[in-house]
C-alpha cells in the first residue's frame, strides 16, 4: 500500500500548491445535474481533475471534472464537480481515491450529494431524501485487497456511516426552509443501465426508497477513515416500472435542473450551520 500512500500524497501536493495548505471545512460532491452549486463559491480556486496527479475524470454529462475549492457561508469547501463510477471503467479504488486525498487534507467532513431513482412510491419525482442508511449487494468493495494501514483499520463498523446528527440537522434545516425531506434508505446498483422493474421491486423488497450508481463507495472509503458524512439524493425519476415510460440520462438531468433553487438552499444552510 506504499504505492496508494505515494499516489495520494502526490495529489495532495498538487492540490496544495493550487489553493494553499488551509484544510476546507467540508468536502461537497456534487451529483449529476447538481453541480452548480460549485459556482456560488467565492474565491474560487478551480483545478481541472486532469491536471491533479493520479486523479480519475469524470466523463458522465453533467459532471465538469474539476475541483473548486473556497468559501461558501463563510467555510471552506472543497467541491468535487462531478464524481467518478464504477460503471465508467474505474476500478472500485479509483472511484474513492479523491475522497482519500480529501481525508489527506485533513477535510473530514463529507457531504455526498446524487441524483436517484425514486422507489418508495407514496413520494415522487422532485422530492429530496437524506440517506439513513445504504444497502449493497454487489461483491466489489472500495478497500478490498491489502489495507492501508495509514487510512484505517481492515474491519471497521459501517453501522454509523451517516451521521445521525448530520441527519437532523439536516432535516431541521429543511423544516427552516420549508422544503419536505424523506429520510430513507439508498440502494446501490453498478450501471450504467437502469434498474429493471424487476429489481426496482425486488430493491423495494429489500427496504431501499432509492436506487442509484454512485455514492456507496464513498461512503464505505469515508467510514474507513472515520469521515463524518451525509448522504442527500435528489429523486430525479420514478424508478422503473412505476410508471409506464422509460427512463433517460436526460430526464434526470432536467430533473436536477427543476430542484437545483431549493437543493442550493438546504446545502447553504447546511454548510453554513454544520
Known amino acids: 500500500m506504499d504505492n496508494l500512500m505515494e499516489k495520494l500524497n502526490e495529489a495532495k501536493k498538487y492540490i496544495i500548491s493550487c489553493a494553499g495548505p488551509e484544510p476546507a471545512d467540508i468536502c461537497i460532491v456534487l451529483g449529476s445535474g447538481l453541480g452548480d452549486l460549485a459556482e456560488q463559491v467565492e474565491n474560487p480556486v478551480v483545478i481541472p481533475y486532469k491536471s491533479i496527479p493520479n486523479f480519475p475524470v469524470s466523463t458522465v454529462p453533467g459532471h465538469k471534472s474539476r475541483l473548486v475549492i473556497g468559501t461558501l457561508e463563510n467555510k471552506r469547501v472543497i467541491c468535487m464537480q462531478g464524481r467518478f463510477h464504477f460503471y465508467e471503467g474505474y476500478s472500485m479504488d479509483q472511484v474513492v481515491f479523491p475522497v482519500q486525498v480529501m481525508h489527506l487534507l485533513s477535510t473530514d467532513n463529507l457531504l455526498l450529494t446524487n441524483a ?159
Not at 434545516?173 to 421491486?201: D, K
Not at 454512485?214 to 448522504?231: N, R
Not at 436536477?256 to 446545502?267: P, Q, R
Open 116 to 274: 436517484a431513482g425514486c422507489v418508495n412510491t407514496a413520494w415522487k419525482a422532485g422530492d429530496l431524501m437524506i440517506i439513513t442508511d445504504h444497502i449493497k449487494l454487489t461483491a466489489e468493495s472500495p478497500v478490498r485487497g491489502p489495507n492501508c494501514d495509514e487510512l484505517g483499520e481492515r474491519f471497521f463498523d459501517m453501522s454509523r456511516t451517516y451521521s445521525r446528527e448530520l441527519q437532523q440537522l439536516a432535516m431541521e434545516c429543511g423544516t427552516s426552509l420549508g422544503i419536505t425531506l424523506h429520510e430513507g434508505i439508498y440502494q446501490y446498483f453498478t450501471g450504467p443501465q437502469f434498474e429493471t422493474p424487476a429489481e426496482v421491486r425486488f430493491a423495494r423488497l429489500c427496504g431501499a426508497d432509492a436506487v442509484g450508481m454512485s455514492t456507496v463507495p464513498e461512503a464505505i472509503a469515508a467510514s474507513q477513515m472515520h469521515m463524518h458524512t451525509l448522504g442527500i439524493s435528489c429523486l430525479t425519476n420514478m424508478a422503473a416500472g412505476i410508471l409506464d415510460q422509460p427512463l433517460t440520462h436526460k430526464e434526470v438531468l432536467e430533473a436536477g435542473e427543476k430542484v437545483k433553487t431549493g437543493f442550493t438552499s438546504l446545502v447553504r444552510m447546511i454548510v453554513r450551520k454544520w
